[in-house]
């Protein structure tokens, strides 16, 4: 079958098709059917099943023969160390910590936060919960003890998992004083935290706290798989929204199983025992889906990459590690494409290595530039893949289905919807759009397995932020167009998102950081195109009556503000004083007008504007900081 056959089949039968994928997952009580409750907005799939992760992603290969096969390589160029380790390794040490943590009184459904860098250990933390039914929150690196804390009070979780440390090129990560800041900060308050030591850096560690990763395991029982019910949650991944406060997305086990199972044949072409690789980190959800979750459970082996596209120790480290390890997929953001290419645009390092055994490159995150997708089909020769999808998701709206057939590639389109996802394009008032023009893309519920269900702790929030806007449908957020041929094009983000380096972050969330300077009186953050990382954040700031410092020395202050309130992931250097924001006669600040002027784009002037004459001061900001020059 061709993709319209199976995309058809979805579409007559729902159920019967995501009850044929269910067959490929390991139960322990089967699901009677796919979609409960489908008549209201929450609904839920498998719900009456009996399942647990881990023993799909673990214990059913090494059953089936697969012990001997290297489930996860390290492969770590800022260490300079590879580690492989085998499917029964992995089940022994994955039962060990889960049988150490719940000697300390984890149990299902529980909270268990993981901040990791990318290591082993930050897989085997996220199975290890996932065997008890304990429901695991990665919270990323590079984000600071202030976004730490507002999770731990979210997520109100009985136990921490960190390392020592993590390693960025030319600094160390002190992680340990990050958790304890973190936690110093919140209201909610862990019973203990487990540190994986580092040889780089081994934290001090409070007696009957902070428990070390190999004392706590020593003399345990291994544990078993705890079954859980289809609808219990695997884990929450908190993700940015519009303000201060992220969204708590959450996964249900079963639905997240078999959604993904799927994808990794029909999107990813793999079978299993091939290598497969996703670029990205355990904190952001590739990292949860195609590092961790989705590979294992198909029986693919996974690679953990600790370090960058380049400069670790060059822009020829992705095309080494798919010769050494033999990648049969490749999954990465366009902006690490961009880096490599400004190093070695014509490829001289890929030259030294043979990627033949490759069979395509995917790419997420964030807009494939026409620019990099073709440079990337250039030097290596093979398809690119474009794929759409989100956090919430949890695996690709709109893709190119590889593995069950191979569609055209048209450049700056991640090609059509997914078997399960019904796109479509909207106007305001929730009229489908004709083919061709722009509009909100919304998808109709219910969403397919695998997405999410609600938010942790915040089902109103849920509804206003998806549902509300378009009843009937899941509100994605992006803006795009459908063409006749029903390939999708994502033009932009409805709210104020922005998307740096592939990392999605809020400027709600920076202009709360900003709003707490004392000098400052009012600000705001926009998001400005960038070569490399697509957009930066840009903050204005106006100063409270009376305040008369330097304006750098404000400014430097702001930077540094964001940088330890959210976390050197913001990128937030960009920043400029201004006497006024431009706004419309109803106080509303323009910021998207800003954006253009920045970007030295065309625009018209909003009539709503109060003072157009402002629009001249912040320009003169803008070239202070290197933009608006056009
Ligand atoms: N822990 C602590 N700090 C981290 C971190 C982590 N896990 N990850 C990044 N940071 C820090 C970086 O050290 C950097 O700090 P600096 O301001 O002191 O230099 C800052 O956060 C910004 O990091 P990054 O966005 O990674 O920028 P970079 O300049 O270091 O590297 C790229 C640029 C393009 C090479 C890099 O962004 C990259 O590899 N991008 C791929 C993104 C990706 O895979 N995204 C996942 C979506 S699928
Ligand atoms: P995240 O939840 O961090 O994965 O970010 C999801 C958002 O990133 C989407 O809503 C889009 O705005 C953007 N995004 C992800 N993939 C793509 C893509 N292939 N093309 C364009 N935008 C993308």
Redesign the pocket.
Known sequence: MGYKDVYASWQADPENFWMTQAEAISWDQKPTRALTSPDTDLYEWFADSMVNTCYNAVDRHVENGRGDQVAIIHDSPITNSIHKITFAELKDRVASLAGALAAKGITKGDRVIIYM??VPEALEAMLACARLGAIHSVV???FASNELAVRIDDAQPKAIIAASC?L??G?V?HYKPLVDGAIELAQHKPEFTVIFQREQEVAALKDGYDFDWHGFQAGVTPADCVPVEGNHPAYILYTSGTTGQPKGVVRHTAGHLVALNWSMKAIYNVDPGDVFW????V??V??HSYICYGPLIHGNTTIVFEG????TPDAGTFWRIIDEHKVRSF???P??F??VKREDPKGEFLAKYDISHLRAIYL???RADPDTIEWAQNVTGKPIYDHWWQTETGWTIAGNPAGIEALPVKIGSPTVAMPGYDIQVLDEGGNQMPAGELGAIAVKLPLPPGTLPTLWNAEARFRKSYLTTFPGYYETGDAGIIDEDGYLYIMARTDDVIN????RLSTGAMEEVLASHPDVAECAVIGVTDQ??GQLPMGFVCLTTGVNRPHEEITAECVKLV?EKI?????F?LCAVVDRLPKTRSGKILRATMVKLADSEAFKLPATIDDPAILDEIKVALQGLGYAKG
Do not use: Q, Y
């Open positions: 860098p990318m990323f690196g590079g993590g960025e090129p600094r990560v996703a670029a990205s980190d904190g952001w590739v990292g960058k596209p380049i400069g999954f990465t953001a902006t690490a961009r880096a997420a995150g964030e740096v380096a592939g990392h490399l990382k940088r976390g050197p992931v913001a990128a250097k």
